[in-house]
């Protein structure tokens, strides 16, 4: 076991609060686990040093932090600094709560295989627990911000419920100022035709360690659209899953991530067809530049009783540099004899179809390689639903990648 | 056979595709303004034509020459022969989602004005020009705003095309099959756009299949263009007499060019 884990162990063994049961339950099961090595499939291509080297510390005091500010958009702002909760807003549109309590839900829509996730369990001091009652549509979007200044340690838990008919728009923002250490862990009760809007923002990139999770649980006739964008860093790694309790519900899942480098980036995304008459849809596009490193793992499973299933699972690649890896693995497992699947992976240059196009309008070649490959990623940026997040990111990630040719 | 006054002169061109030779001693000379149409059967070398001239990948010229005002058009770069004002519009323009059209578009004119010497346009001028196009062609603004074709109908995408063609301001224009899959109002539409650019100064290859096209677009001369050489050439009657009689012609009679031999 690794010296980092017993730490928090023992850390845990000291925190007392409402969430003892459950706590207790996660720590049990942590006690027992195996670190995870090379040999362990789930991090096969994501080795821990970055977490056992890390020297990141829980502080006492913190130095106050503000979210980045994005135009057009006022939110209703959760605000974690080194993993205490340090603001609320201030008033909340009727409907929608935000308590420090204990909820039934923690820990239950989170699978327990997720090693960081049982580290959250224990470690993440203020669970805050965002309810929207039932058939109230919130309009002002909630941002979820997990900001650590440099060098320190931080574990927050966020766990949203959605009520029947009820609709939501969330984003999970991270800034972490340099050698910071966090996991962050969510999740979602998506209720009978409910509909939540996702975001989560993982632009952090340095030396900051990042790993975390949102998870999903949805209900007859519930809606979900998520977006997930990263960028790679000494360790950032993000599972998802996706479980449908209720038939009829669907699920859009578009994620990109875009690393320079010797960045690592990874994503684990898991949806479990347990019942019939749900469609998941999912979208993940990366670049890999330098000698980054991307990992990929898409699961679908659809259960035997899952009939009339549809779903999609696409990761296309484009590799900036022969020292750039990407590991991508989808999988599917159908044990239903009703569905329409199809899933696919691509690891590919950029097409030469589009390429000619654009130079036989006086394009340079250069210029048009460079249009291409921003053009591959910002098309699921322009289906974010939310057009003033997709303003925001864009630029962002266009300098970024202006930044990556240069090199 | 060429002057001064030619804008491009084709001379004995022979061009394969994956080593089976597709264009087999093709002459042409245009002059500026004139209206071009090159007719013929599937599988003639109506497309590859326009392929080699922008010069596509995998197409390879085997021997001939092409100029462009005077210029080898065979030795530059595909963007530098645009720049040099060539123009293609596609018969299967490409979708490009996550460009914009309007991005690409300003891309494509300031690479070219920058070619020439010229300033680049502020956006705001070329936001102007470019709703200016779009009305020409009977296109929504909110066009420019979509990814390059994407989800485009086959008939905005060829009005796309001819939007290009109006903002570039090219020298020569090579229309392929730009009828394919209209319907007669949309065929109306890019010939207008078309029409509205001929000028003393301009050419234009119209490639089709068929005659229709050039009840709208009234060509200059017409050519039959067969196993990759023309071999009849006359004024624009002889697009009707071809809409008659069709290609069949073609196999029973010995050509001209071995009626010459």
């Given at each position: 076991?690794?010296?980092?884990?017993?730490?928090a162990?023992?850390?845990?063994?000291?925190?007392?609060?409402?969430?003892?049961?459950?706590?207790?339950?996660?720590?049990?099961l942590?006690?027992?686990?195996?670190w995870?090595?090379?040999?362990?499939?789930?991090?096969?291509?994501?080795?821990?040093?970055?977490?056992?080297r890390?020297?990141?510390?829980?502080?006492?005091?913190?130095?106050?932090?503000?979210?980045?500010?994005?135009?057009?958009?006022?939110?209703l702002?959760?605000?974690?600094?080194?993993?205490?909760?340090?603001?609320l807003?201030?008033e909340?549109?009727?409907g929608?709560?935000?308590?420090?309590?204990?909820?039934?839900?923690?820990?239950?829509?989170?699978?327990?295989?997720?090693?960081?996730?049982?580290?959250?369990?224990?470690?993440?001091?203020?669970?805050?627990?965002?309810?929207?009652?039932?058939?109230?549509?919130?309009?002002?979007?909630?941002?979820?911000?997990?900001?650590l200044?440099?060098?320190?340690?931080?574990?927050?838990?966020?766990?949203?419920?959605?009520?029947?008919?009820?609709?939501l728009?969330?984003?999970?923002?991270?800034?972490?100022?340099?050698?910071?250490?966090?996991?962050?862990?969510?999740?979602?009760?998506?209720?009978?035709?409910?509909?939540?809007?996702?975001?989560?923002?993982a632009?952090?990139?340095?030396?900051?360690?990042?790993?975390?999770?949102?998870?999903?649980?949805?209900?007859?006739?519930?809606?979900?659209?998520?977006?997930?964008?990263?960028?790679?860093?000494?360790?950032?790694?993000?599972?998802?899953?996706?479980?449908y309790?209720?038939?009829?519900?669907?699920?859009?899942?578009?994620a990109?991530?875009?690393?320079?480098?010797?960045e690592?980036?990874?994503?684990?995304?898991?949806?479990?067809?347990?019942?019939?008459?749900?469609?998941t849809?999912?979208?993940?596009?990366?670049?890999a530049?330098?000698?980054?490193?991307?990992?990929?793992?898409?699961?679908?499973?659809?259960?035997?009783?899952?009939?009339?299933?549809?779903?999609?699972?696409?990761?296309?690649?484009?590799?900036?540099?022969?020292?750039?890896?990407?590991?991508?693995?989808?999988?599917?497992?159908i044990?239903?004899?009703?569905?329409?699947?199809?899933?696919?992976?691509?690891?590919?240059?950029?097409?030469?179809?589009?390429?000619?196009?654009?130079?036989?309008?006086?394009?340079?070649?250069?210029?048009?390689?460079?249009?291409?490959?921003?053009?591959?990623?910002?098309?699921?940026?322009?289906?974010?639903?939310?057009?003033?997040?997709?303003?925001?990111?864009?630029?962002?990630?266009?300098d970024?990648?202006?930044?990556?040719?240069?090199? | 056979?060429?002057?001064?006054?030619?804008?491009?002169?084709?001379?004995?061109?022979?061009?394969?595709?994956?080593?089976?030779?597709i264009?087999k001693?093709?002459?042409?000379d245009?002059?500026?303004?004139?209206?071009?149409?090159?007719?013929?059967?599937?599988?003639?070398?109506k497309?590859?034509?326009?392929?080699?001239?922008?010069?596509?990948d995998?197409?390879?010229?085997?021997?001939?020459?092409?100029?462009?005002?005077?210029?080898d058009?065979?030795?530059?770069?595909?963007?530098?022969?645009?720049?040099?004002?060539?123009?293609?519009?596609?018969?299967?323009?490409?979708?490009?989602?996550?460009?914009?059209?309007l991005?690409?578009?300003?891309?494509?004119?300031?690479?070219?004005?920058?070619?020439?010497?010229?300033?680049?346009?502020?956006?705001?001028?070329?936001?102007?020009?470019?709703k200016e196009?779009?009305?020409?062609?009977?296109?929504?603004?909110?066009?420019?705003?979509?990814?390059?074709?994407?989800?485009?109908s086959g008939?905005e995408?060829k009005?796309?095309?001819?939007?290009?063609?109006?903002l570039?301001?090219p020298?020569?224009c090579?229309?392929?099959e730009?009828?394919?899959?209209?319907d007669?109002?949309?065929?109306?539409?890019?010939?207008?756009?078309?029409?509205?650019?001929?000028?003393?100064?301009?050419?234009?290859?119209?490639?089709?299949?068929?005659?229709?096209?050039?009840?709208?677009?009234?060509?200059?001369?017409?050519?039959?263009?067969?196993d990759?050489?023309?071999?009849?050439?006359?004024?624009?009657?002889?697009?009707?007499?071809?809409?008659?009689q069709?290609?069949?012609?073609?196999?029973?009679?010995?050509?001209?060019?071995?009626?010459?031999?």
């Amino acid at each position: 076991m690794s010296e980092w884990l017993q730490q928090a162990i023992a850390r845990a063994d000291s925190i007392q609060d409402g969430f003892e049961d459950q706590r207790a339950t996660s720590l049990a099961l942590l006690k027992d686990i195996k670190w995870p090595t090379r040999k362990t499939e789930a991090w096969k291509y994501t080795p821990l040093r970055a977490v056992e080297r890390s020297k990141a510390i829980f502080k006492e005091e913190s130095p106050e932090l503000e979210p980045v500010a994005v135009e057009g958009l006022e939110f209703l702002e959760l605000t974690f600094v080194d993993g205490q909760l340090v603001s609320l807003p201030e008033e909340l549109p009727e409907g929608l709560s935000i308590e420090m309590q204990e909820s039934s839900l923690f820990a239950t829509i989170k699978p327990e295989r997720h090693v960081f996730g049982l580290v959250n369990d224990v470690l993440a001091a203020d669970v805050a627990v965002v309810t929207v009652a039932e058939g109230v549509a919130v309009e002002q979007m909630l941002r979820i911000n997990n900001l650590l200044s440099n060098g320190a340690q931080g574990h927050i838990r966020v766990v949203v419920d959605l009520k029947a008919g009820s609709s939501l728009k969330v984003v999970e923002n991270a800034e972490g100022q340099g050698a910071s250490l966090t996991t962050a862990f969510t999740e979602y009760q998506i209720g009978v035709e409910a509909n939540l809007e996702h975001y989560r923002f993982a632009l952090q990139s340095g030396d900051n360690v990042a790993v975390g999770g949102s998870h999903f649980k949805l209900f007859e006739n519930a809606v979900m659209n998520s977006s997930i964008i990263g960028f790679g860093s000494d360790l950032q790694r993000i599972d998802t899953d996706i479980v449908y309790a209720g038939e009829k519900a669907n699920a859009k899942l578009n994620a990109i991530y875009l690393l320079d480098g010797k960045e690592l980036f990874d994503l684990h995304a898991n949806v479990e067809h347990a019942v019939p008459n749900c469609t998941t849809e999912e979208n993940i596009r990366g670049i890999a530049g330098d000698s980054s490193r991307a990992v990929f793992n898409g699961r679908i499973h659809i259960h035997r009783d899952a009939q009339k299933t549809l779903a999609e699972l696409n990761n296309r690649n484009l590799l900036m540099s022969n020292k750039a890896e990407i590991n991508t693995k989808p999988e599917l497992e159908i044990y239903a004899d009703d569905v329409r699947c199809a899933h696919g992976a691509t690891i590919a240059q950029i097409d030469k179809q589009a390429l000619y196009y654009l130079q036989t309008r006086g394009v340079s070649r250069s210029q048009a390689q460079l249009m291409l490959s921003f053009g591959f990623i910002n098309e699921l940026i322009d289906q974010m639903p939310t057009v003033e997040l997709a303003d925001w990111v864009r630029p962002i990630i266009r300098d970024r990648f202006a930044q990556m040719e240069v090199k | 056979m060429s002057n001064e006054n030619t804008l491009l002169s084709i001379k004995d061109l022979h061009a394969s595709v994956e080593e089976k030779n597709i264009l087999k001693g093709l002459n042409l000379d245009i002059k500026p303004g004139e209206v071009h149409a090159i007719m013929g059967p599937n599988g003639a070398g109506k497309s590859t034509t326009g392929y080699v001239l922008s010069g596509r990948d995998g197409y390879e010229v085997d021997s001939g020459s092409v100029t462009l005002d005077g210029e080898d058009l065979l030795e530059m770069e595909v963007e530098d022969r645009a720049r040099a004002g060539l123009f293609l519009a596609f018969q299967y323009p490409v979708e490009i989602p996550g460009v914009s059209n309007l991005e690409f578009l300003k891309v494509a004119v300031d690479s070219q004005r920058e070619a020439r010497g010229e300033e680049a346009l502020t956006s705001a001028e070329f936001l102007k020009m470019a709703k200016e196009a779009c009305k020409q062609v009977n296109l929504p603004v909110s066009f420019l705003k979509r990814g390059v074709n994407e989800g485009f109908s086959g008939g905005e995408k060829k009005r796309n095309e001819i939007m290009q063609m109006m903002l570039l301001q090219p020298k020569l224009c090579i229309l392929d099959e730009t009828d394919s899959g209209l319907d007669i109002d949309a065929m109306q539409v890019v010939a207008n756009g078309v029409n509205s650019q001929r000028s003393p100064e301009r050419s234009f290859i119209v490639v089709t299949h068929y005659q229709r096209l050039l009840d709208y677009i009234k060509p200059d001369f017409v050519h039959v263009l067969a196993d990759g050489k023309i071999v009849k050439s006359g004024d624009a009657s002889l697009a009707k007499e071809l809409e008659e009689q069709g290609y069949a012609w073609l196999q029973t009679e010995p050509t001209e060019d071995e009626l010459e031999d």
